[in-house]
């Protein structure tokens, strides 16, 4: 038993918030945020230089390209990013890239691995359908199998950034007589292919996400990721250290301290009060105790361990708290909490309201907090199925 | 950054769990909250086992061990509900060891053969960590008042706060002492507690007021690893009883509204396991502040009568009969919760940190 976080750790944690001293620039966040997250030119040369330290794919597995780094580097670089509110790797470097590293053809690691390192293509994940949410194996976007490759048929929802990538990752049946776990396949779809339709979708955070139509698309063989019909472990797959970062503390802890800063220079008074001291007060408590279920998971899974139930514990804890969190600093800092983003009166141009907002995706989004509540009633308590 | 047990802290826990499982069986617990006396036959069975001492300097015949291995201690006697001063015992014995002015191991060494025992007296009528009215004269006489005392007359000796000529410090005074007396208190706990009167009993002052600080920072975390004691103990219980009970044709455990609440429970004592034991390691280590320590305590006293509590919801009316062994860890975990600062106090004493960023590794 150790809790002292080591000197190396540390002085990488230092390292990664000098660079992003060096690229945190108004400029830099006006264009993230015009763009919602799809990679515009400061965005990419960003982008570019990040991969450039190697901080990407550092924590890979060698025979995948990368250094095979203590995944506990990968908790540090999340959660030191997520602190300062910049972007890291979208799901295209950390979803689609390692899964086509790892199951693609040598032909689909040469012909899309190159493009993604570059920033030339982006992925959209095409899973969730209008009726295959928490149930996503129920999904009916159906391949039908003609001369050279498959014919597409379906429709996707949530498939965020579908205007701005270049490509889908679409699970699709490709066996409609097998189980339903058994008929899937990963294939990679273009966006301009004909038949894919992409309609946006305005959310009430203020982002944008997309549903997707597919009629009669023609995706060709090349393009199925291998085995046909084994996509679902594809799917599930995620590469060991990506898990390691699922509920950062730190984009918490920065709502905090924006508002402290806030209140420090425009209501001190406000921040003399007991009232609001002791609300505070509970919330680096509440604070803490994610924090502490947030490395919990973070070690075992550096490790190599396996124990999902602590993955479901940082990841409740973490989407419970956000919605509490901004909550409460919203009622501290008053109306002006209030205003939406674009208004220049806003504190942070409206980033905690949004952070509020956007907090139920978090809560039902990569796995439902009532599946997780399950998992770890059966699977860590050992409680009855 | 490692959140598990050495292999030697591992056998440790499970050295203590086995001995208090076979020694302390709940129905001499029982007893012992009857008369509301401390369990002396396991007193003296700890300190042949080596254990009163366990993180003790081996000069004084202790174990060497640290804070840590001393939370393991009180977090198993809290596990089997013991009627025994052990955080009292533990934290004046640290601070003995660690923060007195003289060479104290005479004492120690007769601590950790269980011929002597040590508590702590601090609070007064106004229940309030920063009062300290008792005083000592220049012949070296206590007189005051203390309160909630616990295992005041179990107690061979009381480490008292008072002021004397050379300011606030901690005092030595004998429970023999002629001019020292108890007036029981009937507790939550149901373990021995009094008003403890002292009219200018000799005292001998060991430490000065960095020492009182001190205590209250260990007393906090070996407090809080009694509560994690409390809370694991009702979750473990309440996960064997609804897997068990069977109503409409299935176990409890089976139907989700009842999984999730046993989930909630477990996320409380999962985040304060780590939160108790990354304290007592950085205090160990010189890393926690009293900030610190009040947080871990404000947390584990919010999170305790929510654990119980669920555990109560989950049991029915069998959790409520007291031959059931689940009320021990109800009514023991929320007097503690209340002792050495409850959430309010523990709140309040975080209150003037909030102004510093926010931690997140």
Not at chain 2, 142 to 154: I, R
Not at chain 2, 164 to 180: F, H, K, P
């Amino acid at each position: 038993m150790d809790f002292c976080w080591p000197d190396e750790y540390l002085s990488f944690r230092d390292e990664v918030e000098a660079f992003i001293d060096e690229w945190r620039t108004p400029e830099l966040s006006a264009e993230m945020r015009e763009r919602e997250g799809a990679p515009g030119p400061l965005t990419r040369s960003y982008f570019e230089a990040l991969q450039a330290k190697g901080w990407m794919s550092m924590c890979w597995p060698e025979e995948m390209g990368g250094e095979g780094r203590d995944p506990m580097y990968q908790f540090i670089l999340v959660e030191t990013m997520e602190y300062w509110r910049m972007p890291y790797g979208n799901l295209t470097f950390t979803s689609v890239a390692p899964s086509i590293a790892q199951f693609g053809t040598d032909h689909q690691k040469e012909k899309y691995l190159p493009g993604i390192w570059k920033g030339e293509r982006t992925f959209a994940i095409g899973y969730s359908e209008p009726n295959a949410g928490t149930d996503l194996a129920a999904l009916r976007t159906k391949g039908e199998k003609v001369d050279g490759g498959w014919k597409v048929s379906g429709q996707k929802i949530w498939t965020s950034l579908a205007a701005h990538s270049t490509n889908i990752w679409l699970a699709t049946r490709t066996d409609p007589e097998a189980k339903k776990h058994a008929g899937i396949s990963v294939l990679i779809v273009d966006t301009h292919a004909p038949g894919v339709t992409i309609r946006p979708l305005k959310t009430m955070s203020g982002l944008t996400t997309y549903e997707t139509f597919y009629d009669d698309v023609f995706v060709p063989d090349e393009d199925v990721l291998p085995p046909l019909n084994g996509g679902w472990p594809i799917i599930m797959h995620a590469l060991n250290h990506e898990r390691v970062g699922l509920s950062p503390t730190s984009n918490l802890a920065r709502n905090y301290d924006v508002v402290l800063e806030h209140l420090r220079e425009s209501d001190p008074e406000k921040l003399q009060d007991p009232i609001v001291r002791n609300r505070l007060a509970e919330l680096r408590v509440d604070l803490n105790r994610h924090r502490a279920l947030a490395i919990r998971n973070a070690v075992t899974i550096a490790r190599g361990e396996i124990k999902p139930a602590e993955a479901s514990m940082a990841k409740i804890s973490g989407s419970e708290l956000r919605y509490r969190i901004t909550t409460l600093l919203m009622d501290i800092l008053g109306r002006k909490a209030g205003l939406e983003r674009g208004d220049e009166r806003s504190i942070e141009d409206a980033y905690i309201q949004g952070n509020y907002l956007s907090s139920p995706i978090l809560r039902f989004g990569g796995g439902t907090n009532e599946v997780q509540r399950s998992i770890i009633a059966m699977r860590h308590l050992g409680m009855t199925r | 950054m490692n959140p598990d047990f050495t292999e030697t802290q591992t056998l440790l826990q499970t050295t203590i769990r086995k001995y208090l499982e076979e020694e302390v069986p709940f129905d001499r617990v029982r007893e012992h909250e009857e008369k509301r006396a401390a369990d002396t036959k396991l007193w003296d069975g700890m300190a042949n086992q080596g254990w009163l001492g366990v993180s003790l300097p081996e000069a004084v015949g202790g174990g060497g061990a640290g804070l840590v291995e001393a939370g393991i201690f009180v977090h198993e006697l809290a596990r089997r509900a013991a009627v025994v001063p052990a955080v009292e015992v533990m934290a004046s014995a640290i601070v003995l060891a660690r923060h007195s002015d003289g060479d104290e191991s005479e004492l120690l060494d007769s601590l950790v053969q269980g011929n002597s025992v040590v508590v702590p007296a601090i609070l007064e009528a106004d229940d309030d960590f920063e009062t300290n009215t008792a005083s000592v004269n220049a012949t070296s006489k206590l007189s005051g008042e203390k309160h909630f005392v616990d295992y005041p007359d179990f107690a061979t000796h009381h480490l008292v706060s008072a002021n004397g000529t050379e300011g606030l410090g901690l005092y030595i005074v004998e429970r023999s002492d002629a001019g020292v007396s108890a007036e029981p208190l009937q507790n939550t706990g149901r373990t021995p507690q009094a008003i403890v009167r002292y009219a200018s009993a000799s005292a001998r002052r060991v430490a000065g007021g960095e020492a009182v600080a001190a205590l209250i920072d260990i007393a906090r975390a070996l407090t809080s690893a009694q509560i994690l004691g409390c809370m694991e103990v009702a979750l473990e219980m309440t996960v064997e009883y609804t897997n068990v009970r069977v109503q409409f044709g299935q176990p409890l455990a089976a139907f989700q509204a009842v999984q999730h609440h046993a989930a909630d429970m477990c996320m409380h004592t999962e985040s304060n396991r780590f939160l108790v034991y990354e304290l007592l390691d950085n205090l160990e280590n010189g890393r926690a502040s009293s900030h610190d320590a009040a947080l871990v305590k404000a947390s584990v006293s919010r999170s305790i009568p929510f654990v119980t509590m669920q555990a109560h919801q989950l049991h029915g009316g069998q959790g409520l009969i007291e031959e059931n062994d689940l009320y021990f860890f109800t009514i023991r975990g929320k007097d503690r919760a209340l002792a050495w600062g409850t959430a309010e106090e523990c709140l309040d004493r975080i209150m003037d940190e909030v102004d510093s960023p926010a931690r997140w590794l």
